[in-house]
């Protein structure tokens, strides 16, 4: 039972357009949720992260946000840059008392950001 | 900045092999993990580890096992490798179970 989808596997965008990558959730206990990106080659690092009690987080060239009654995340880029290629995936965990708080991932969605 | 190194890029075994992935993280964080990351599945929890000698089954055990004697250093073992191993293995370590993750590169295992 897949709890965090990302429905698109690959996304292909122009320079300088907005990217917008999408992931939904089926668990309404998942309380934090992140996005991590991955070059090929090497580990995850984070990219940016999302409490429940917001709708809206902002650094810089990313904004992720939550729509908790659609159980929906998005992650916005703007501008996309040929740098940003890379495999984006979305992340949930449940850190309530009495859970262990892990990370459970979605499947991933390659970003191609074309000159 | 943490630092999360896992102990071979890359690793070539045969069927029925015992292998060792190890990986070592600088920050004092309390929790490891080890995934597999394969194509259209993400990334899919193996087993973490929130203290020195304690250990939890995550998604997909199977086939594996772990051990972490030292805070710094979690081990992934294959007791006996196949081909359905073949695959990229993440560790990963973070001071709160619930907050950032910090990954190591990777190891890419080629199971023969």
């Known amino acids: 039972d897949q709890q965090v989808k990302q429905n698109s596997p690959s996304l292909s965008v122009q320079e300088g357009r907005i990217s917008i990558l999408n992931c939904d959730y089926t668990?309404?206990?998942?309380?934090?949720f992140l996005w991590y990106k991955k070059y090929p080659a090497e580990g995850p690092t984070f990219l940016i992260s999302?409490?429940?009690?917001?709708d809206k987080n902002e650094d810089g060239r990313f904004t992720v946000f939550l729509n908790k009654s659609a159980k929906h995340l998005s992650l916005h880029i703007v501008p996309s840059q040929p740098g940003d290629s890379a495999v984006y995936f979305c992340?949930?965990?449940?850190?309530?008392?009495?859970?262990?708080?892990?990370?459970?991932f979605g499947q991933g969605t390659t970003l191609q950001v074309k000159p | 900045d943490v630092k999360v190194t896992q102990s071979s890029r890359y690793l070539v075994k045969r069927t029925g092999e015992k292998v060792f992935l190890e990986c070592v993280q600088d920050?004092?964080?309390?929790?490891m993990f080890w995934y597999r990351q394969d194509p259209g599945l993400g990334l899919r929890l193996i087993y973490f580890?929130?203290?020195?000698?304690?250990?939890e089954k995550g998604d997909i055990p199977e086939g594996y096992s772990v051990s972490r004697e030292k805070k710094e250093r979690f081990s992934l073992i294959l007791e006996s490798a196949s081909t359905n191993q073949t695959s990229m293995y993440l560790c990963?370590?973070?001071?709160?179970?619930?907050?950032?993750?910090?990954f190591g590169p990777g190891t890419r295992l080629l199971v023969l």
């Open positions: 920050m004092d964080h309390e929790n």
């Open positions: 992340a949930a965990c449940w850190r309530g008392s009495g859970n262990t708080g892990k990370l459970i």
């Open positions: 990963a370590s973070s001071l709160d179970p619930g907050k950032t993750q910090y």
């Open positions: 999302i409490s429940s009690i917001k």
């Open positions: 580890s929130y203290d020195v000698k304690m250990k």
């Open positions: 668990n309404s206990m998942f309380d934090y």
